[in-house]
């Protein structure tokens, strides 16, 4: 058994620890330290996907409309959190479908590699986007002087890529063979996009009009080139 307060080994049957005098108890006492840091990890993980759940299911109903509720309804801890699960939702749903729109083929993404080794570089190409905007969402929000924070960026950020991630991961399942489909959806997804992008700058990061009309477009081509500049740096 190990001393819940110090860490060091301690006798089955001793009250205390005999290296700080730490009362034990059954449960505390056989605890390893791996086995508390794991389950720490756990119950941060359960929080922050709750957090999530909590926000998608007020957006779900009015994507909109319901983005200052469902970021004011959250701590500041839980919107880290949300915009935490948001972020590797949208990663992971661009890398699959990406992965099964490209297939292979693609020599700077490592063509002929496997499956999992593939879909593990687009995963990191989808964190690259995720981080690109959040800088841009930013440097837009200090160029027009809002009054948000870096949680509420990393909110905004992760909600306005959404859209591209689900059209990602559909057009992955539907194939390039309904190609018209595709591009009816991802008309839809760059509309809600701007319009989350729109709405996250006037009602979470509070930049005036005509500044948050204009924050959008430079938001969308700062995001693009950081983005291009990361990749050509890292791979």
Not at 167 to 182: K, P, Q, R, V, Y
Request: glycine content about 12%; charged content about 10%.
């Amino acid at each position: 058994m190990y001393c819940q307060n110090c860490a060091q080994s301690i006798a089955a049957d001793a009250s205390s620890c005999a290296s700080c005098g730490f009362a034990t108890s059954s449960d505390a006492a056989t605890r390893s330290p791996a086995g508390e840091i794991g389950e720490k990890a756990a119950q941060q993980a359960r929080e922050a996907v709750g957090s999530a759940w909590k926000s998608f299911r007020t957006l779900v109903v009015n994507p909109v409309g319901g983005l200052r509720p469902s970021f004011e309804n959250l701590s500041p801890v839980q919107v880290l959190q949300a915009g935490i699960v948001f972020s590797l939702a949208f990663a992971v749903c661009f890398a699959v479908g990406a992965r099964q729109v490209l297939g292979g083929s693609l020599l700077w993404i490592g063509g002929g590699e496997s499956w999992l080794g593939l879909a593990f570089k687009l995963t990191f190409v989808g964190l690259v986007l995720v981080l690109s905007v959040i800088g841009a969402e930013f440097l837009a929000r200090k160029v027009f002087r809002g009054t948000g924070s870096i949680e509420g960026d990393l909110f905004v950020s992760a909600i306005s890529l959404l859209p591209f991630g689900l059209l990602s991961l559909l057009a992955g399942l539907l194939g390039i063979g309904n190609a018209e489909i595709i591009v009816v959806l991802g008309v839809i997804a760059w509309c809600f996009t701007v319009l989350l992008l729109h709405g996250g700058c006037r009602e979470i990061s509070n930049i005036r009009e005509p500044g948050a009309s204009l924050a959008v477009p430079l938001i969308l081509l700062v995001s693009g080139w950081l983005t291009q500049v990361i990749l050509k740096a890292l791979m």
